[in-house]
């Protein structure tokens, strides 16, 4: 099975830059898609961004596009995500996912996720 370590988050000002890793502790062979959602206070969990495991492949929410980069270390089973020109919108709790199937709804029910990370964006 595998399971997902987070670590990153931390608080920076609007403007700022950020890297979150997550590392798989197993092999990933079977996973197909993994990647990050964000879930703000009073807020639905929200699609961040996608990397095909083994093609590398990378989608991203409008939300985020030119601001954050998602890439992917398949020898060490660990994941990126940098994030940078952060807004206090982009204050969240952060989590690392992955899912077996790469449909479009994956992340909704995804087969494996981190503990969260917490970023916090101040003005």
């Known amino acids: 099975q595998v399971q997902l370590v987070e670590s990153g988050g931390g608080l920076v000002q609007a403007g700022g830059s950020l890297r979150l890793s997550c590392a798989a502790s197993?092999?990933?062979?079977?996973?197909?898609?993994m990647g990050w959602l964000r879930q703000a206070p009073g807020k639905e969990r929200e699609f961040v961004a996608s990397?095909?495991?083994?093609?590398?492949?990378?989608y991203y929410a409008d939300s985020v596009k030119g601001r954050f980069t998602i890439s992917r270390d398949n020898a060490n089973n660990t994941m990126y995500l940098q994030m940078n020109g952060l807004k206090p919108e982009d204050t969240a709790v952060y989590y690392c996912?992955?899912?077996?199937?790469?449909?479009?709804?994956?992340?909704?029910?995804?087969?494996?996720w981190g503990q969260g990370t917490q970023v916090t964006v101040s003005s």
């Open positions: 996912a992955g899912s077996r199937l790469a449909t479009g709804n994956w992340y909704r029910y995804p087969d494996y």
């Open positions: 990397i095909g495991w083994s093609t590398g492949s990378t």
């Open positions: 197993r092999r990933t062979f079977s996973t197909a898609i």
